[in-house]
């Protein structure tokens, strides 16, 4: 390989061709131990192949966010046979390092969800929609998001809790928080874990640009924020991560290494279908492994769904759990009649571009590079590099009391990759205003707490299949009008001196649908909402909990499905309201039941909660 035995046109007595020769020897061995099969559960599918299955207390469909957290804490117990199934592979290299994190999206690592729009977000994009982005991985969505770590706010509980939801209000779930962290910041507090297997800390990226959208945001009175963690979101702040020493740590990799004989996990198994006895009592699970081979596995005790919010609707009508007359129309026998895909809520991001320039000689993506090859090399030094460690929550009412949209500010590395998911003139028009030298930050309004409402409803009864989407973004009027309040926020900062000192300014889109009203009108915001807002990838809600008694709820306050024996759901699905708090991907959200000696369902929000059979 030329890589290996370059020909120079200088010549060398021998020590520069060693140097480099152990500089390129040290690359490639930091390459290839950054993800290795041993750091991951050996796949159990080849060996039930071979010897079948049997009978498993407990059967785990999707090793993501919360689902990795309950084979962990489940299979604790030794006399507890804990079978694991999840669609994807093991984590890539890439996913090791945080500044590639946008490179897994749109991969074999994506599900990539496309959704119907309805007119109003996504229509300069690609086919006039949007994909939604969710990880098909061992560690799911936190295997290929950005890993901020956020809690939420404490009156998202709270309002769980006023709803019927014992047990899950903010002060039931803080000490679950604390004892799944494992917090290495600077200067730890009465909010944070020390102990928990699940490493927080702050990203150590390049403080420069952050610092002077900090200085802009103080110049118009936000306060800024040392720590999200507390449950009250208000102001701008850097954000922790689900990091340890610049490399990414997903649900897997902090819960699934612990390699217990009573555990198993098969990877590239996708559940077909759960199956009851007549008494409705979960019975056995059919499903594909490698794509061509049906295996089934007795269930002893339960089947816990955790496959995210599209996945586990779309199992449990396959199941014959969902709306009575969708299941009908597609000749499923019901099982139990209940609003299974219903509920769905997503936040809705609206993307813009700042330009700041600034005097350095080495273009933005080549110095990330550099930090990302620095990372890559030593990585044991921390220098993984955020795509997006700084935000704010404002309130845009200016009652001050809760945010309702969150802003992000997030350097773009590869600006063709960006540009490439928008339709012409649009395109060309991103990448005709960027120049080699200046810093490109593509700067994200996302409403927190949307009114719309959308569905997830089966295309067939083949689990290949992927669901209709259906997300009825800004269908409420109101959202419209919350995001074009937060506009003329955003706007604000470019009038700022801070700014101003590094010529900082929104770029113009070529949006010829928009361009026939005057720019930054109300009619042309209107419009710009329509054209340039996708989706936050952070869907909840189509296996909504509530009281047994409430017609919309799909499990109780314990997680449990109504109506059958033997199953619960244990993701996003669940959430009744949708959190408040943005990123690309889970947020590490997903929640999972828990059950003490005295069998009381506990909480343990943000990655899962505690659970001892």
């Not at 604390?178 to 600077?186: A, L, M, P, Q, T």
């Not at 699940?198 to 800024?224: D, H, M």
């Not at 996945?311 to 597609?330: C, F, N, R, V």
């Not at 990372?375 to 935000?391: A, E, F, K, R, T």
Request: proline share 6%.
């Amino acid at each position: 390989m030329d890589l290996i035995n370059p020909v120079c046109e200088s010549t060398s007595i021998g020590p520069a061709n060693q140097l480099v020769t152990t500089l390129v020897t040290a690359l490639f061995a930091a390459h290839c131990n950054m993800s290795t099969p041993s750091m991951w559960p050996k796949d159990f599918g080849p060996q039930a192949v071979i010897e079948g299955l049997g009978t498993y207390n407990f059967v785990i469909i999707g090793a993501g966010s919360a689902g990795s957290v309950v084979a962990n804490r489940l299979s604790e117990d030794p006399n507890q046979k804990v079978l694991l199934l999840e669609a994807g592979d093991d984590p890539p290299i890439e996913s090791e390092i945080p500044g590639l994190a946008n490179s897994m999206l749109n991969t074999e690592l994506d599900w990539q969800y496309p959704t119907i729009s309805n007119g109003q977000s996504c229509q300069a994009f690609n086919d006039k929609s949007c994909t939604w982005n969710k990880g098909k991985v061992l560690g799911g969505t936190s295997t290929i998001n950005g890993m901020i770590y956020a809690r939420g706010n404490d009156r998202d509980y709270n309002e769980w809790k006023n709803q019927g939801n014992p047990s899950w209000g903010w002060y039931d779930v803080f000490r679950y928080f604390k004892r799944s962290e494992n917090f290495r910041g600077e200067n730890p507090n009465r909010v944070h874990g020390m102990r928990g297997p699940l490493r927080v800390q702050r990203f150590q990226s390049p403080k420069q640009i952050q610092s002077v959208i900090l200085k802009a945001a103080k110049e118009l009175g936000y306060n800024k924020v040392d720590d999200f963690a507390d449950g009250n979101n208000m102001g701008f702040g850097y954000l922790h991560g689900t990091v340890a020493n610049g490399r990414r740590v997903s649900s897997a990799k902090a819960f699934l290494r612990s390699h217990r004989p009573n555990l198993q996990v098969i990877k590239h198994a996708v559940a077909r279908k759960i199956y009851f006895n007549h008494e409705k009592e979960v019975e056995f699970v059919k499903f594909i492994y490698n794509e061509e081979m049906e295996l089934v596995v007795n269930v002893g005790k339960e089947v816990i769904i955790s496959a995210g919010s599209i996945e586990t609707p779309k199992l449990l009508m396959l199941s014959g759990i969902g709306p009575g007359y969708h299941l009908k129309a597609l000749g499923i026998p019901v099982v139990s009649n209940l609003m299974v895909g219903d509920n769905l809520m997503d936040h809705a991001k609206v993307s813009f571009f700042l330009k700041l320039r600034y005097t350095s000689n080495t273009p933005l993506e080549v110095r990330q590079m550099d930090d990302i090859f620095e990372q890559w090399v030593l990585h044991s030094g921390g220098l993984g590099v955020s795509i997006m460690d700084l935000g704010g929550y404002i309130d845009t009412t200016g009652r001050g009391a809760y945010p309702d949209v969150y802003i992000g500010f997030a350097p773009i590395m590869n600006i063709t990759q960006v540009a490439g998911k928008y339709t012409e003139p649009t395109r060309s028009s991103l990448l005709n205003q960027s120049a080699p030298f200046d810093t490109i930050l593509e700067v994200f309004i996302t409403l927190l707490k949307p009114k719309s409402r959308g569905v997830v409803r089966l295309s067939s009864t083949d689990y290949r299949d992927k669901p209709i989407i259906m997300p009825n973004t800004f269908r409420e009027e109101s959202d419209v009008k919350r995001i074009l309040r937060a506009i003329e926020k955003l706007y604000d900062f470019e009038r700022t001196n801070t700014l101003m000192r590094v010529r900082g300014d929104f770029l113009k889109l070529n949006l010829p649908p928009c361009d026939v009203f005057e720019y930054k009108s109300s009619e042309y915001w209107e419009c710009y909402v329509q054209y340039m807002s996708e989706s936050g990838f952070d869907p909840v809600g189509t296996a909504r909990m509530g009281p047994v008694s409430k017609k919309d709820s799909v499990v109780d306050p314990e997680l449990c499905v109504k109506g059958v024996k033997g199953l619960r759901v244990i993701d996003a699905s669940i959430m009744p309201t949708i959190f408040l708090d943005s990123e690309r991907g889970d947020l590490q959200r997903d929640l999972t039941p828990a059950q003490g000696r005295n069998k009381t369902p506990h909480v343990l929000g943000t990655r899962a909660e505690q659970w001892s059979p």
